[in-house]
């Protein structure tokens, strides 16, 4: 599921589209698995027993419903989950029949950093951490693959929004813009 271009500003541009690393959906697809093979193996133990049909087709529902609750709606989360980064702004979207979602502004965030734990270290990923000049928490995107390249690239749109002025456009005393009044002109 890609960001439509739709839900950009004007002169607003993807800078990286992201997904949750593929390594949130692999317990559900071997649980998935493995209650596949349950169901075949209780399906043969069932028949050799002598048992109705009605016991094969009770474990094939059972079956079904465990894949549904523990397979597929786990893959669909992580399908339905994304982080935009665009010149402007981070942007996360979440949900299957809900959608929820957040938009950072770049020149609100403060803080960008990363967390790796060993598992995330041998697959490629980590959390990053997003820290932003507002009353709400900070955003912690789990499973982001490449999770330093990310982080770089995100400072290195934080530093091209930042001109070194302050917030009202001024610049400290002393910086050579500040003697040829503000924003250098």
Excluded at 10 to 38: C, F, N, S, W, Y
Excluded at 111 to 136: F, H, M, N, P, W
Aim: aromatic share 8%.
């Amino acid at each position: 599921m890609a960001f439509s271009a739709k839900h950009l500003a004007r002169g607003e541009q993807i800078d990286m589209e992201l997904r949750t690393h593929i390594k949130a959906i692999l317990l559900p697809l071997l649980l998935g698995l493995l209650i596949i093979v349950a169901a075949f193996a209780a399906s043969f133990w069932i028949s050799s027993q002598g048992w109705s049909d009605w016991a094969t087709l009770a474990v094939w529902i059972v079956a079904l419903l465990l894949l549904l609750a523990f397979v597929v709606v786990p893959i669909l989360r992580w399908r339905t989950t994304i982080y935009v980064l665009t010149n402007r702004r981070l942007i996360t979207r979440r949900g299957i029949l809900s959608k929820s979602g957040r938009d950072i502004p770049l020149y609100r965030i403060n803080d960008v950093s990363y967390e790796k734990g060993l598992l995330d270290r041998i697959l490629g990923c980590g959390t990053l951490i997003i820290s932003d000049a507002s009353e709400q928490a900070g955003v912690r995107l789990h499973d982001v693959p490449r999770v330093e390249q990310v982080q770089v690239r995100v400072n290195e749109l934080l530093y091209h929004q930042d001109d070194g002025g302050d917030d009202d456009g001024t610049f400290p005393p002393g910086d050579p813009r500040s003697q040829h009044g503000p924003r250098g002109f």
